[in-house]
């Protein structure tokens, strides 16, 4: 079982940057794929990056923030970031941590995942 918590999110103008954390507990951190996803209000949750476990297969991006959304993980802390720059209108969203077991399937698809966080809430105004 893991439970995960975000932190970091908030209201911001456009072009700001910001870093989202997730914390996560459990054991053998470094053997989970770590996704990040987001849903604006009247729309489906939707893949924004991801990071694979020790399998080493590196992380994955969405096309509308590719270059401008960076995940990396620290697995001595049990905690994985989104650094968020160049941000736009269309970033805002709750965002959204989510874990599971490292799988070769793809990071991208929301279905795979099995522990989700409560989410944290960016918005960014212009």
């Known amino acids: 079982q893991m439970q995960l918590v975000e932190s970091g999110g908030g209201l911001v103008q456009a072009g700001d940057s910001l870093r989202l954390s997730c914390a996560a507990s459990?054991?053998?951190?470094?053997?989970?794929?770590m996704g990040w996803f987001r849903q604006a209000p009247g729309k489906a949750r939707e893949f924004v990056a991801a990071v694979s476990g020790v399998s080493g297969r590196g992380t994955d991006y969405a096309d509308s923030v590719q270059g401008r959304f960076t995940i990396s993980r620290d697995n001595s802390k049990n905690t994985v970031y989104l650094q968020m720059n160049r941000l736009e209108l269309e970033d805002t969203a709750a965002y959204y941590c989510a874990a599971r077991v490292q799988s070769l399937r793809s990071l991208k698809e929301a279905f795979h995942y099995h522990y989700w966080g409560q989410g944290t809430q960016v918005t960014v105004s212009s």
């Open positions: 459990g054991r053998a951190f470094s053997r989970y794929d």
